[in-house]
């Protein structure tokens, strides 16, 4: 017997199909069941965030030029069950106090100190202003528990050895996973090997330092966790992993670690907190011809290509009297937030209005010069973290009207086999991505210096 047939002779198939002309004479009900569930269905796949809550940002990525007075944009929506998100637009005017703020010391710092009564008046507009706008009170809050060093570890060496020196040309800020232990070595095998803190112990010149940055393993103690980005801080910490994390630092010297879950959704706070340590507690880096670079704990670099690149910029940078900014790397110009519920990069219209990303430089390895680095830095305190890193740093870079640089020639997102690619790999590769197995790295590694 067939299915078909199987179903037929179930009773109430069978009533259904004893009428006069059972498709007609349709049920209201089962139409009103359907339609609900159409309905629902609907919303589960995230449709109605297209057709009613996505607010549109052209094509060619001007923002909606609305400016407030002090160059702050406040705005509001209700999300579907009502409730009111707020956010918040800095204009590009900002960008100009970012210098006089600069100056100013950083309310930040003042903040930090709690010292009100010397605090200059710019400073204090800034602070007054940012405690009306809940939001940026908020992320303020956040921003000082997620760049907190984790109690008792040790800071890096590199760090105090060249403090006062600033003389580090290039910094690598490795995002890496508390438990990554076997790719850092790999990567310490591999690229960092020549890297300047190794070099400066062996009474050399400094060149590049590579720093890993890592969050906490484990659970929180109390308070709520939980997925929201930007949402803390909580207070206390049950450490998973953190012996072996010391021992580590006991020995190589070369880690960051700063108080934000090490999970895959924190990783803008791991760049944003890992660029905040590096300007703010590890000032190393050559003030004119400073540069900073992100990358993955996956990523093959090759020494040789970026010193060229960085050769060629610093170059160009002499020529200008005011050098114009760095944000390079391999960019998507033109993506859309992912609407569909299911996927693993869904974002709502609550958490990003507009419908489309500003063009962004992929996270796994972004290059910035040091003032572009600094801009960064002080615009972070103005606009709330988002979920994925490389997209946040558009945002800012959108904010602040620094354009990114396209190099995909050279750092590539996806993964290119060395095999048939050697001269590709020696001539032209400044980073390359796909090596999350650490053997593979180092074999990789061996290669390209066997062709070399
Ligand atoms: C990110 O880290 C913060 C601070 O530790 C934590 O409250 C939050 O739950 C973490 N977020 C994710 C998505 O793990």
Redesign the pocket.
């Known amino acids: 017997m067939s299915f078909l047939q199987l179903v037929s002779q179930m009773t109430p198939v069978r009533r259904w199909l004893s009428r006069k002309n059972p498709f007609f004479v349709c049920d209201f009900y089962f139409v009103l069941v359907l339609v609900i569930f159409l309905g629902f269905a609907a919303n589960y796949v995230g449709i109605y965030d297209f057709i009613f809550f996505e607010k549109s940002f052209d094509n060619d990525f001007t923002w909606p030029p609305r400016v407030f007075d002090n160059g702050f944009y406040q705005d509001h929506q209700r999300t579907s069950d009502g409730r009111r998100i707020d956010y918040v637009e800095f204009s590009a005017s900002l960008t100009s106090s970012l210098e006089e703020w600069k100056l100013n010391s950083a309310f930040w710092k003042l903040e930090k100190e709690n010292d009100f009564s010397e605090r200059p008046a710019f400073a204090q507009g800034m602070m007054s202003m940012v405690g009306q706008i809940p939001v940026l009170r908020q992320h303020i809050k956040?921003l000082q528990?997620?760049t907190t060093p984790v109690a008792d570890m040790p800071a890096p060496t590199a760090c105090t050895l060249f403090h006062s020196s600033k003389s580090v040309g290039l910094v690598i800020l490795v995002k890496s996973a508390v438990t990554h232990s076997a790719r850092r070595e790999a990567i310490r095998k591999t690229w960092a090997a020549a890297s300047a803190h190794t070099m400066a112990k062996n009474g050399k010149e400094s060149l590049y330092q590579v720093l890993f940055v890592v969050?906490?393993g484990g659970t929180?103690t109390s308070?709520?966790?939980?997925?929201?980005?930007g949402?803390?801080?909580?207070t206390g910490?049950t450490y998973q992993y953190q012996a072996d994390l010391m021992e580590e630092q006991a020995t190589h010297g070369d880690l960051i670690q700063l108080?934000?879950?090490?999970?895959?959704?924190?990783n803008t706070?791991k760049t944003i907190a890992g660029l905040h340590y590096l300007l703010d507690k590890c000032p190393i880096l050559d003030a004119r011809n400073g540069f900073v670079f992100f990358s993955d704990d996956d990523m093959l670099l090759n020494m040789k290509n970026m010193e060229k690149l960085l050769d060629g910029i610093r170059a160009e940078r002499d020529l200008q009297s005011v050098p114009n900014d760095v944000y390079l790397g391999h960019q998507f110009p033109g993506s859309k937030p992912q609407r569909w519920r299911w996927s693993k990069w869904y974002i709502s219209t609550d958490e990003y209005p507009f419908s489309w990303y500003p063009p962004y430089i992929t996270a796994a390895a972004v290059l910035l010069s040091k003032d572009t680095a600094e801009k960064f830095f002080y615009a972070s305190h103005f606009v709330p973290l988002f979920?994925f890193d490389d997209i946040y740093l558009s945002i800012i870079a959108h904010m602040l009207q620094i354009s990114s640089q396209d190099r995909s020639d050279a750092i590539w997102f996806d993964y290119v086999p060395f095999e048939g690619n050697a001269e590709l790999y020696r001539d032209k590769m400044i980073a390359a991505h796909g090596f999350h197995q650490p053997e593979f790295m180092i074999s990789t590694y061996q290669r390209l210096i066997a062709v070399s």
């Open positions: 956040y528990f997620i969050g906490v929180h308070g709520t966790g939980g997925a929201d980005v949402v803390g801080p909580t910490f108080q934000f879950l090490d999970t895959y959704f924190n706070a979920r």
